[in-house]
């Protein structure tokens, strides 16, 4: 069993595609090989081949990657998603391995499997902190919820038919108000994402900042903003307005009453990413998005 190797590996894969079952069923056999143990979920386990020594666990909670010095992540952005939820409660690394389109947030592709296992055995890996957001909703001064982010907290319109009214606002002082689809409020490693799409800006990792990104919004005025990492954003909901809704990630959400006020700041708690590589983000985000580069000179030596 995992637990009496010396080291061990949590495996986090996406079952539902063929490519992740393949990648689960060769990093858990080139780990094994080399003595590291690798524990797999239980209900994701039935779908893939694993032999009798992966160790199983029932629940899903940040306990269950206690002793293991990695999180393996094969999926897509979804499932990297899922797999930083784990990273940032357990305080174990994340190293993803893309099996989707984009994937920002992967280190290696599926064909660097091989390359995967052999930088696990090694340890040849650096880790770094990627900055959260803590988010709040207040209503009628009442703390109602709270939430957190990798990429972004997004306050959007519940239906289709009306624009979301709102008032934004920046460490206590009003900025503007409009009529839009939504506000997105991103990190750094989230202006790849939802902050993309809706035109903001693309912020390097290492830059601490916060973005506001507006989204169809109804107002001459309605750029992206991106402020200090130790600012507060805000979007208040004005009273007469249908609910809205909020969105962590994509994947958390709570439906915003009437005249809710969002709060979002730095988060306490960062997630931790694996990194096998020194590539530039200039060289991931032309790859990533295949920018045309063919020209190129490069400075003169």
């Keep these: 069993m995992s637990q009496n190797r010396a080291r061990t590996v949590f495996l986090l894969a996406h079952t539902g595609r063929p490519a992740a079952i393949r990648s689960a069923e060769l990093v858990v056999k ?11 979920l239980e209900y994701e386990a039935a779908d893939l081949p694993l032999p009798p020594e ?47 389109s984009v994937g920002f947030l992967a280190e290696a592709e599926r064909d660097d499997l091989d390359k995967v296992v052999d930088r696990v055995v090694s340890k040849a890996y650096e880790v770094e902190e990627r900055m959260t957001v803590d988010v709040v909703v207040h209503r009628n001064g009442d703390i109602v919820h709270t939430d957190w982010a990798l990429n972004e907290a997004a306050v959007q319109k519940a239906g289709a038919e009306k624009l979301l009214e709102v008032v934004l606002e920046i460490d206590g002082r009003p900025v503007t108000g409009f009529g839009c689809d939504g506000i997105v409020l991103s990190t750094p490693t989230g202006s790849t994402a939802y902050a993309f799409s809706a035109g903001g800006p693309v912020v390097w990792p290492e830059v601490e900042a916060l973005l506001m990104v507006p989204i169809s919004a109804h107002a001459l005025f309605a750029k992206p903003l991106v402020t200090s990492p130790n600012s507060v954003l805000a979007v208040e909901l004005l009273p007469h307005i249908p609910p809205g809704v909020l969105w962590c990630d994509g994947r958390r959400t709570f439906e ?20 096998l590589h020194h590539a530039s983000f200039t060289d991931r985000l032309v790859a990533k998005f295949a920018l045309p580069v063919s020209g190129w000179r490069g400075a003169p030596h």
Excluded: H, W, Y
Excluded at 30 to 40: A, C, E, M, N, Y
Excluded at 264 to 274: I, K, T, Y
């Design 30 to 40: 080139g780990l094994l090989r080399s003595d590291i143990g690798v524990r797999v």
């Design 256 to 275: 915003l009453p009437p005249g809710a006020r969002v709060e979002v700041r730095r988060g306490a708690v960062p997630v931790r990413l694996a990194r």
């Design 54 to 100: 992966v160790e199983l666990v029932k629940e899903a909670t940040p306990q269950c990657l206690e002793g293991c010095e990695l999180l393996i992540v094969l999926g897509g952005d979804g499932t990297l998603l899922r797999g930083a939820e784990f990273a940032r409660a357990s305080g174990v690394p994340m190293l993803g391995v893309n099996l989707g």
